[in-house]
């Protein structure tokens, strides 16, 4: 009996110190019981990806924000990189043109049977050349970066300009049937002498060009925004089909 007793009264005696040390309603943190928290549990679901299709760089697209409408939240359809080559080589069938831009920092244009050539397909170790290439095309992240280039500039010219982008009708234009681009950067209309064909030569002429992927070749323009010119050349850009649900 006695020692039931002496453990009933050990038991309280540890109750009241424990109280007496937190507070009343007080709960001891982890860092005042010199516990170490552990680590929150990773969902496997949501680790990382490990597949490269996965890993998509990210480009800012210019958007006007005074064109109003759809125009000022959409981005250019394709981005493009500009500099000066530094060499090529081929591999597993594709062409790799290591280019550095104006500000010294590299990258690899690679060019494959589809890339269209608009000027020229020749080029050497020194030229200046544009890639352009899906703003939405998944790339994969390395140093220095890799593009999958569709269309490839090179000699062009002082006297030409190039746009490549998906064109529409230009809303704010009611009178000279202007096709204004996904970036609102350039509009253009075409006249009698503008040649309009297909990525593969075929004539276009009679053919729609709302909101159609183009590459746009064009000489003088308005200095505003957009830009507002003739076209010399329009080359229709072949997309592929997307199913339907």
């Not at 359809?77 to 550095?100: K, P």
């Not at 090179?154 to 998906?166: A, F, L, P, Y």
């Amino acid at each position: 009996m006695k020692k039931i007793l002496l453990i009933l009264l050990a038991v309280s005696l540890l109750v009241v110190s424990t109280a007496a040390c937190t507070g009343a309603g007080a709960v001891p943190t982890a860092e005042a019981d010199g516990i170490v928290p552990l680590p929150d549990v990773i969902d496997p679901e949501e680790e990382a990806p490990t597949d490269p299709n996965d890993l998509v760089h990210d480009n800012d697209g210019y958007i006007n924000p005074d064109l109003g409408g759809d125009n000022s939240t959409m981005i250019a359809e394709f981005f493009s990189v500009t500099g000066v080559v530094t060499g090529m080589e081929e591999r597993d069938g594709l062409r790799r043109v290591e280019i550095e831009d104006l500000d010294e920092n590299p990258a690899v244009l690679v060019l494959n049977e589809d890339t269209i050539f608009p000027f020229s397909e020749d080029f050497a170790v020194g030229d200046m050349v544009t890639g352009w290439y899906l703003s939405h095309a998944p790339m994969i992240m390395i140093w220095p970066p890799e593009y999958s280039i569709d269309v490839f500039v090179s000699r062009m010219g002082d006297e030409r300009n190039i746009k490549v982008d998906r064109f529409t009708v230009w809303e704010a234009d009611t009178t000279e049937g202007y096709k204004l681009s996904q970036d609102g950067m350039l509009a253009f209309k075409v006249n009698e002498d503008t040649e309009i064909v297909l990525a593969d030569g075929q004539d276009f002429r009679d053919g729609s060009l709302d909101n159609r992927n183009i590459i746009v070749i064009y000489g003088i323009s308005t200095r505003s925004i957009p830009e507002q010119t003739t076209a010399e050349k329009l080359i229709v850009l072949f997309e592929n089909i997307v199913p339907i649900g």
